[in-house]
Structure formats: structure tokens, C-alpha cells
């Protein structure tokens, strides 16, 4: 008995899930700080290192943590191995994941998308601002003066080396 191509392309399109087709579970996200060039490390909602490495960088990050569960990650910068930042990242809802509406039915929508995780999506660069902090967190300079501009105040803090 031969299956009909017209019934074989309904059925189909009910098993199929749209965000699945148009999306994939993982995507490359870059991560970048303000000034570039510092440590990162990113760890997942359970604390595992995801990545680690100097900004600007590219990571790959899951979309889904399980079963309708956004993918949620913690990005430190870190400066002289101090976090200087830090930026909590949460996957948010992807659209193509309401075309199940139309075309995947029930399956796609409660089966398939939130499975493979492509019912949600990751930003596609991240930049952690740290130009406040990290300046904030650096030493003050060196300053040579002579000891008969000091006022009297300055004078008592003084301590003979």
C-alpha cells in the first residue's frame, strides 16, 4: 500500500516545531568588556566553567538549562584576579518558537522546541561595562614631594623609614 503525498505533508508539518527548524540549541555569543582585553570567566546557573579566557572572545552557550528552562550564565571580569564586574545573562523567548501556532502544533510546542532549547535565544554579544570599577580598583600614583610643602596635618602622618 503506497502512503499519499498529500496526506505525508500534513502529517509532517504536525511533527515538525518551527523555532527547531529556523534556530539551533547552541550559537556562538561574544563576550567583550569595556576596556577589552581583561579576564573573563563564564559559569553556568550550576557554578561550572563554561569558558574563561581575555576579551573580546566568541562562547558558545546552551540556549536551554532542561525543560523549559532558559539558559542563564554568569560572566565575572576579572582584573589582577580580582572580578571587577560582573553581568547575569538569562536566554530570553525566541519568536519563531510562537509559529507552533501555525505550523507545529501541540508537539512543537510542548515536545520539541522546549527540549532542543530553541525555544529561546542568547544575545548575540555581550560587553560588560567595567571602566568604572576597574578604575576605581587601581592604586594611586607615586608622588614625590619636599617635606616643607606639607601642612602640619600631612607632617604627623609622616613615618621615618
Same mark, same amino acid.
Given at each position: 500500500?503506497?502512503?499519499?503525498?498529500?496526506?505525508?505533508?500534513?502529517? $509532517?508539518?504536525?511533527?515538525?516545531?518551527?523555532?527547531? @527548524?529556523? =534556530? $539551533?540549541? #547552541?550559537?556562538?555569543?561574544?563576550?567583550? =568588556?569595556?576596556?577589552?582585553?581583561?579576564?573573563?570567566?563564564?559559569?553556568?546557573?550550576?557554578?561550572?566553567?563554561? =569558558? #574563561?579566557?581575555?576579551?573580546?572572545?566568541?562562547?558558545?552557550?546552551?540556549?536551554?538549562?532542561?525543560?523549559?528552562?532558559?539558559?542563564?550564565?554568569?560572566?565575572?571580569?576579572?582584573? /589582577? /584576579?580580582?572580578?571587577?564586574?560582573?553581568?547575569?545573562?538569562?536566554?530570553? !523567548?525566541?519568536?519563531?518558537?510562537? /509559529?507552533?501556532? !501555525?505550523?507545529?502544533?501541540? @508537539? /512543537?510546542?510542548?515536545?520539541?522546541?522546549?527540549?532542543?532549547?530553541?525555544?529561546?535565544?542568547?544575545?548575540?554579544?555581550?560587553?560588560?561595562?567595567?571602566?568604572?570599577?576597574?578604575?576605581?580598583?587601581?592604586?594611586?600614583?607615586? #608622588? @614625590?614631594?619636599? @617635606?616643607?610643602?606639607?601642612?602640619?596635618?600631612?607632617?604627623?602622618?609622616?613615618?621615618?623609614?
Amino acid at each position: 500500500m503506497k502512503f499519499p503525498l498529500a496526506l505525508f505533508t500534513p502529517f $509532517s508539518l504536525l511533527l515538525s516545531s518551527c523555532a527547531t @527548524i529556523v =534556530s $539551533s540549541q #547552541q550559537k556562538p555569543t561574544k563576550i567583550d =568588556s569595556s576596556p577589552s582585553k581583561m579576564a573573563y570567566v563564564v559559569t553556568d546557573a550550576k557554578g561550572g566553567v563554561i =569558558s #574563561q579566557g581575555i576579551t573580546p572572545s566568541d562562547v558558545t552557550l546552551n540556549r536551554s538549562s532542561g525543560y523549559f528552562k532558559p539558559g542563564k550564565y554568569t560572566i565575572e571580569i576579572k582584573k /589582577g /584576579g580580582k572580578v571587577v564586574s560582573k553581568e547575569i545573562v538569562t536566554a530570553s !523567548l525566541n519568536g519563531w518558537y510562537f /509559529g507552533n501556532i !501555525l505550523v507545529g502544533g501541540v @508537539i /512543537g510546542m510542548l515536545v520539541v522546541d522546549p527540549l532542543s532549547g530553541a525555544m529561546y535565544r542568547m544575545p548575540e554579544s555581550i560587553t560588560v561595562n567595567t571602566t568604572s570599577v576597574a578604575t576605581a580598583n587601581q592604586s594611586p600614583d607615586l #608622588q @614625590i614631594v619636599d @617635606i616643607s610643602t606639607l601642612t602640619a596635618a600631612q607632617r604627623a602622618k609622616l613615618v621615618r623609614i
